[in-house]
Structures are given as structure tokens and as C-alpha cells.
């Protein structure tokens, strides 16, 4: 009898971004990227995102090559919606080689 998997869709977005499951954080990404398409900069979860830019870091230098495709794409939807002050607070502070071997500005 197969077991039964837990829904972690019901987890709050930043829980999922830091996930110890890749299948997790990955569906999380996905998620975002959904959700920042049709956001506003207004709203609670773009300015949540804001705010707490570290999430990011866990993304885009995922350790699960399909999960971190899907964090930069969610990065890019969230830079979209996220105008000035998004993009002001992902400020440089290190650069990381991805796995694709492109250097990714890391956000503090």
C-alpha cells in the first residue's frame, strides 16, 4: 500500500522557500512565481518578500538543480512586481557561481 504524502501546499511561502525537501521548496518557487505574476506591488506578499530579502539566498544557490531554476524564475517574477524598493532592498553583497556557471547577484 503506497503511503500517503503530506500537503505542503498549505505551508506558509516562506516555509516552503526553506523546505528541507527539494520537491518542497521547488513547488514553493513554482508558487511564488504564480503568485507575483498577478500580484501588485501593494500587496502583503510582495511586501513581505521585501522585507525578509534573505529568503532569496536559499533560492537561487539551491542545492537541487530543478528547484533553483524554479527559485531564479520566482527571483525574476518577484523583481518584476517588486519595483524600487524590492530591488533596493536585494542590494548586492556577493556574487555566487550558479550551477548553469552564470554569477548570481546574492541579495542581503
Known sequence: MAEEQEDFSK???PDRF????????KEGYEAATKEFKTAQPSDPLVKDFVADS??????????????QAEGLNALNAFLEIAGKPGCTRCAILCYYPS?????????S
Do not use: C, F, Y
Not at 526553506?18 to 521548496?25: A, G, P
Not at 550551477?99 to 541579495?107: C, E, K, M, Q
Open 18 to 25: 526553506v523546505h528541507k525537501n527539494w520537491k518542497v521548496r
Open 54 to 67: 534573505n529568503i532569496w539566498k536559499g533560492a537561487v544557490a539551491d542545492s537541487n538543480v530543478a528547484a
Open 99 to 107: 550551477i548553469s556557471g552564470t554569477w548570481l547577484i546574492l541579495s
Open 11 to 13: 505551508l506558509p511561502l
